[in-house]
C-alpha cells in the first residue's frame, strides 16, 4: 500500500463527506493504492454514522471509534498502528487542510528520502491574536530548545515514512511534538513544505488558549526525557552537587572568616550561625542533598523499568 491517511476528528459531521471525496479524487488521480483511516475521538453529533455511510461507499475507508474523547494524541497513536501504508499522511478532518498537498508530501518521503515532512500554513486564515501570535510564539520557542528548524510544529498536515510511525509513542498532548519525539528516536532527516491553509468552511474549532500552557509543559517533559530518561543522574546529580558544593564552600567561607578574626584578636567576633548567609548555604545543602537523592532514585526506577534495554535498529545483517 502507498499511503495511509489517518484523520482524527471530533464532532466534524459536515466536513467528512466533502473530506473523503475530495481525497478519493486525488488519490484516484494519481493511482495510489491507499487508504483513509478515520479516528473518531468521542464524538457527540453523527461523525461516526457519517463515517459508516462512507465505508460502505469506499472500501479503502476505516474506521475507529472511542467511547469518548482521548485527545488527538490517543488518536493518532492509535491510527498509527493500524497505518499499513509505506507513508502515512495525517491531517484534520475539517478541512482545512488541502488533500491536493499529499501528492508532493508522498514524493518529498519517497524520492527526497525523508523520514518526516511537516506542512507549514505560510499564510493563515485563524484569528491574529487567538492563534497566530501564540503559535509563532510557540514555533519559536519549540525551535531554539529541539534544534529543528521548522516553522510550523504543530501543522495538522504532516507524512511520515511508515517505519518512523512504527516506532514512536504519541501520548497525553505530545502530537504538538512529533517532530521532536521522531528526532529524539533517530529519524533525523526532517523537512518541511508550504501548504495550503483554507479557511474552516463548518462547525467550530475544538482547541482553546489552555493548548499553549499545555504545550510548554509538553516541551519541557520531551526535552527532560529525551536527554536525561535513561540517565536522570546526569542531571539531578550534577545539580544535587553543584548545590551541596555552594553551600559547603559558603559554610567553610564563614567558618574561616571567624578563625580569622579570632586569630587577630579583633573586637568584634560574629557567631556564624548568626549570619543569614549561613542558612542559605545550609539550605543549598540540604537542597543538593535532595537532588542527589532523587538522581539516585531516579536511576533505579530506570534501570529496573522494562524498556531499560529497548533500542531502534536501523539495519541488522
Known sequence: MDISVVIPLLNEEES???????????MTAHHYAYEIIFIDDGSKDNSWAVIEQLKEKNTHIKG????????????????????????????????????????????????????????????????????NIPSKFFNWTTRKISK???????????????????????????????PVIAKWAGFEKIGEKAVIHQKRKYGTTKFGMNRFINGFLDL?????????????????GLLGTISFLIGFIITFYLIAQKLIRISINAIYIRSVTDQPLFYL??????????????????????????DRNNY??????
Open 64 to 131: 475507529i471509534k472511542f467511547r469518548r474523547n482521548y485527545g488527538k494524541s490517543a488518536a493518532l497513536n492509535v491510527g498509527f498502528s493500524k497505518a499499513l501504508g509505506d507513508v502515512v499522511i495525517t491531517m484534520d478532518a475539517d478541512l482545512q487542510d488541502s488533500p491536493d498537498e499529499i501528492p508532493e508530501l508522498y514524493k518529498m518521503v519517497i524520492e527526497e528520502d525523508y523520514d518526516l515532512v511537516s506542512g507549514w500554513k505560510k499564510v493563515r486564515y485563524d484569528s491574529t491574536f487567538a492563534k
Open 148 to 178: 529543528i528548524k521548522l516553522n510550523d510544529f504543530n501543522c495538522g498536515l504532516k507524512a511520515y515514512r511508515n517505519t518512523v510511525i512504527k516506532t514512536i509513542e504519541v501520548y497525553g498532548e505530545m502530537h504538538r511534538y512529533i
Open 312 to 317: 531502534v535498529i536501523e539495519k541488522n545483517g
Open 16 to 26: 467528512l463527506p466533502e473530506l473523503a471525496a475530495w481525497i478519493e479524487k486525488v
Open 220 to 236: 519541557t517533559s520531551i526535552t527532560f526525557i529525551s536527554k536525561f530518561g535513561k540517565k536522570p543522574m546526569h542531571l539531578f
Open 281 to 306: 548555604a545550609i539550605l543549598a545543602m540540604i537542597i543538593g542533598t535532595q537532588l542527589f537523592l532523587a538522581g539516585f532514585l531516579g536511576e533505579l526506577i530506570s534501570r529496573n523499568s522494562n
